[in-house]
Each structure stands twice: as C-alpha cells, then as structure tokens.
C-alpha cells in the first residue's frame, strides 16, 4: 500500500518537473513576466550564481550527504527522490531568477534615479511652475516579420545618445534594455555575407506589447509616448482573444498609426509574398473601426517601408519604390482618407533598416528573398529617424495648452512652440505627404 501510495505521488511530482521544464523553455511575449528562459536577459548571472551555490552548499553544507540519505530513506524507490530532485532544483532556479530579475531593475531604477538628480532633471512632473506632462499613444502596426520591432530598435538607438533639437527621449522601464538588446541581435546578421531572413534573430510578437518613452524640453517632462507594438494577426482577433479589450482601449487613445511594409515585398514579391509582407494595409483597418471613425481627433499615418537599401542608393531606385507603392496602395490611401473625413496624413517614410545589408535575388527552391552584405558600406541604418520625428511633430502639434497654463507659463509656452518649430524643421521635407498636409505645418 504504501509503495503505491509513492508510486502516485512520483507521477505526480514527474508531471509538475515537465510542466515546469516545459514553461521554463517555452518563449512568448504573451507571458508578462521575467521568469521565462528565452525572455530573461539575465540568464547567465543567474546560471552562474546557481551553480555557484550548489558548489558552495555542496563544500560547507554537505548537501550531498542529504541526496544520499534521501536515496536510502525512500525504500528503493529512486524516482521519487529523482522527482523531488529535479523539483527543487527547479523550483531554487525560478525562484532565483526572479531574484536577480528584481534585484537587477532594482539596480537599473538606482542608477536612473542617480543621474536624474546629476543632470537635474525633476522626478516629479506635477510641480506648480510648469505645464503638466501629456500622452500619446503610437500603433506599431504591419504583417508579421515585416520588421515592426526593427524599426522601433533603430530608431531609439539612432536618438539614443543624441537629443532631437532641444527635446530629449527617454525609454520607461525596461524599454531601453529591450530595445538595445533587440538592436544587438539584428545586428548580429551583419556577421553573415548572405542570408535569407532576419526572423530567427527578432522573435516575432504574439502579444501587444507597450514600449513607452519620455520626452523632455530642457530637462522638463512634456510628453509621454506610448508605443504599442500589435502582433500582425490582430485584425481578426473576436472577443474571446485576451487582448481584445485591451486593443480596443488603446485603438481609442491612439492617434499616430506607424504601419510599416517590406520593400521586397512590395517592390519585387509575387503576390503570395507580397500579401504575405506588404499587404493589407493595416492602417486601413484600424482606422475603419468605430471609436476611430466616430472622434473628432486628427490621425497621422506613417508608411514606414523597410529593406530598402538596394533602392534608397540611387534616384531611379527612388523613383520605383514610390512609383510600386503608389500603384498598389494610392486608391486605398485615397479611399482611406474619405472615411475618415478629410482627419488624416500620411506619409511615406522609406528607411534603410541595416545600411549595408541589400537585397539581391529569391531563393529558387525557399522563394524567399535573400540578402548580402555589402563589405564596402558601412553599417549604419539611415533615415530611420524619422518616423519619431513626424511622430514626436505630430504629437506636440496636437498637445491642447489650457488658457490657463498660457496665462501662467506664457514663457514656457513661447520656449516649447520655439522648440517645435525647430523639431519640425529637422524632418525631410522631401517625403512623399497623402491627406491634410496642414496638419504636417
């Protein structure tokens, strides 16, 4: 009796080691949280201090001695004590990921909080002499693999360690270490000479996923944006799907939409690849829906068209990208602007997500697009810039100051209008503008 009552409870601590092995290994935006292996950007001090510990409890603690007796004192039944093992071993190696996680972002809050008051920065936005900070809601939209987060990782890192005119940008949270590190894994594919794809590199997303940043005028808060990067399946996402409350809220908030394409896709793609990349224009969707159609808000929409370098490099190059994008998407852009009342720009922005990285032929077997590297170029991704230039513009623009804060902060105002001015004179003013472009002025 008593053997099977350890026989069960074997198989049953077994079936909680493979839930547990299984969740450790498995990867998905969709789980908001740091204890999961291919999410933790820590892993390595945390293997080190794991085995650190098991040396050390096995020097001066004698663990080992404990397995042992553990082994006798189970009547023979070794699977019981290998499953109650592998248990807390488990269990010690989650346990001390979260504590590194929180004792890591702990740390990264300290040092935050340190050069705030270096650079005399406020960390409190409500104080009385000065205009209470607003937010902006971004959509990072477009297919899936397209390169949504590529765009977000080189343009933070194009502004990282500059300021654009008089306004600063800084990433919330874990922003900054998750952009860098997505920046550091694109980059990656310039150690390859040819490769097909960058998808291995850049985990696609299942989930929404916010990215938010500061903006600051001469150290004062003055803006917040909050990016949101949607996975390219929610169009058809029903109320069943977790986040469809959720994308519903922030559709309702939102009010710059960053729909980005894949120049190969559109420029050189069958239509399976084409549809598959380039098309449909999510923007259109989006904009479509009810709380969006039923606002008086105004809506920028950015074309950001990425893996353009091979067509970026020459003036006829230019010429086809513009000439493919408008053959293929003018009447829907049209179109577009008619159901949501004249409420609208957009703007094709094509930028080159790597610099040195271009498109040379489909692979016959795969049909998928393959890419070199250029030796002689260097690599440094180019105009990508400036969606978060039109976007930051556009968002300040549309920033209601009360007559109460134009009373009281009138000096302020005049700096922060002075400033965007010169924010909106860095833009290319060479891109192609659909819609309202006084909304632009």
Not at 54 to 76: C, D, K, M, P, S
Not at 94 to 104: C, P, S
Not at 146 to 170: C, M, P, Q, W
Not at 274 to 279: I, Y
């Amino acid at each position: 009796m008593t053997s099977t009552i350890l026989g069960v409870i074997t198989w049953v601590i077994l079936i909680i080691d493979l839930i547990t092995i299984i969740l450790l290994f498995f990867s998905s935006e969709g789980f908001r949280s740091p204890l999961f292996f291919k999410e933790d950007p820590h892993w390595k001090i945390t293997l080190m201090i794991f085995i650190f510990s098991f040396v050390f409890l096995g020097f001066y603690r004698n663990i080992y001695g404990v397995i042992r007796n553990l082994f006798q004192g189970t009547e023979g039944n070794n699977w019981l004590s290998l499953s109650l093992i592998l248990l807390v071993l488990l269990l010690f190696y989650w346990g001390l990921r979260f504590a590194v996680d929180k004792l890591i972002s702990s740390l990264e809050r300290l040092n935050d909080f340190i050069a705030r008051i270096v650079s005399a920065e406020p960390i409190e936005s409500n104080r009385d002499d000065e205009i209470s900070p607003k937010k902006v809601t971004i959509m990072l939209i477009g297919p899936e693999s397209v390169g949504k987060t590529s765009v977000l990782a080189t343009t933070y890192h194009a502004i990282a360690n500059d300021s654009i005119v008089e306004f600063t940008v800084r990433p919330q949270q874990d922003t900054m270490r998750i952009l860098s590190d997505a920046y550091n894994k694109l980059f990656k594919v310039t150690e390859q000479s040819v490769f097909q794809d960058v998808k291995s590199l850049l985990e696609g997303t299942q989930f929404m996923v916010k990215r938010p940043f500061d903006i600051y005028l001469k150290g004062e808060p003055k803006l917040t944006l909050e990016f949101w990067d949607i996975p390219g399946g929610h169009m058809n996402i029903d109320e069943k799907h977790r986040d469809y409350g959720l994308l519903k809220s922030v559709l309702k908030e939102t009010t710059v939409f960053i729909n980005v394409l894949d120049a190969v896709a559109l420029i050189e793609g069958d239509d399976a690849y084409f549809f598959e990349r380039a098309t449909p224009m999510m923007a259109r969707y989006f904009l479509e829906e009810p709380q969006v159609v039923n606002t008086d808000k105004n809506f920028l929409v950015l074309f950001v068209v990425t893996k353009c370098e091979k067509w970026l490099k020459t003036e006829e190059g230019r010429r086809e990208l513009q000439e493919k994008f408008d053959s293929r998407y003018y009447q829907e852009v049209k179109n577009l602007l008619n159901r949501v009342n004249g409420k609208m720009a957009g703007v094709l922005v094509p930028v080159k997500t790597l610099g040195c990285v271009e498109f040379t032929r489909f692979d016959s077997k795969t049909n998928r697009p393959i890419f070199e590297r250029r030796p002689r170029i260097d690599c440094k991704p180019q105009f990508v810039d400036q969606p978060l230039r039109y976007a930051l513009a556009f968002a300040l623009s549309q920033l209601k100051i009360s007559p109460k804060e134009r009373t009281n902060f009138s000096a302020k105002v005049d700096e922060f209008q002075q400033a965007l001015r010169g924010l909106k004179n860095t833009r290319n003013k060479e891109l192609t503008v659909y819609g309202r472009k006084d909304l632009l002025d």
